[in-house]
């Protein structure tokens, strides 16, 4: 008999949001109402409104957005959970990307839901007011190899601050070293250098002056082991006790995510098939670059979860 395929569940990040996201899950799927219906009631105000209705602006803030992603992909997890589809696979690993590390920890059962919207609340708070004490941003630099972008990245005082897939890393800094890297990425002839719509340099040295106020922060929250392996942002490797995650949540907010590597973690694993879940199909993309072999499906409405339930199944 031959061996099933391992899957992982993946989840996105900042800059997947949409306004009108999640609004179909919620009249939708009573599972999926009850978790924005939750969140709202846990923050005092309606997060519900802003990620269906918007407006785009006050959506996009750091401190709205991150708590908005994680509660439309939590929402999209538990619809398809209640949609009970026969022999649908559970995940060997989860993972998220930057924010979405949070969502997995939900799902691996290592986080309460309530507790993961008020700490990317704050997560988020903090990050935007990091913004603001030491000004900076990020830069998406396309079409070069790692080496260079580290040579580019030592040169300009910029830091990588996303691996994502082979030719597509992300550096962060102050306006002047992002200004200067990306006249370097063009003489070594990046394919697109591209600025990044986010308040901050995230991933940086620049977080710095919030890591001891997040990390007490942390530590006011009640961790579980994960029920499922999560693969970390900034090691690649398995976070399987509540020591580890703790420490992981608070260097990710100043450490590079390494998206690229944590894939091929999952990957030598034995995962051939990867469900992203949540808004947008940003991480779809990432993945067939880093192996296009791969199989991977995207989880971000009601119309994704009925052709899962169908006898065609999912497109790729």
Known sequence: ??????????????????????????????????????????LGFSLSSLCFEGPEKELTKTHNVQPAIL??????L???????IANFPSPTFVAGHSLGEYTA???????????????VRERGRLMYEAGLKNPGSMLAVIGLGEETVRDISFHSGT??????????IVVSG????????????????ARAVIPLKVSGAFHSALMEPIIAEFSKIVSSFAFHPPVIPIISNVAARPLTDVDSIKEELVKQLRNCIQWQRSVEYMMQGGVTTFYEIGPG????????????????????????????????????
């Open 71 to 76: 509660v439309v992909s939590i929402a999209c």
């Open 159 to 168: 830091e990588i601050s996303n691996i994502n897939c082979p030719g597509q």
């Open 174 to 189: 102050a306006a002047q070293a992002l200004a200067e890297a990306d006249k370097l990425a063009r003489i070594k002839g």
């Open 78 to 84: 538990k619809a398809l959970e209640e949609a009970t």
């Open 281 to 316: 199909r940003v991480l779809s993309g990432l993945l067939r670059r880093i192996n296009s072999e791969l199989q991977t499906f995207n989880i971000s409405g009601p119309e994704d979860i009925a052709q899962l339930a169908s006898k065609e199944g999912p497109t790729n």
């Open 105 to 119: 920890l939900v799902a691996a059962g290592a986080l309460g839901l309530t507790d993961a919207v008020l700490l």
């Open 1 to 42: 008999m031959s061996e099933l395929p391992k899957v992982a569940y993946v989840f996105p990040g900042q800059g997947s949001q949409s306004p009108g996201m999640g609004l179909d899950l919620y009249k939708s799927y009573p599972s999926a109402k009850e978790v924005f219906d939750g969140a709202d009631a846990s």
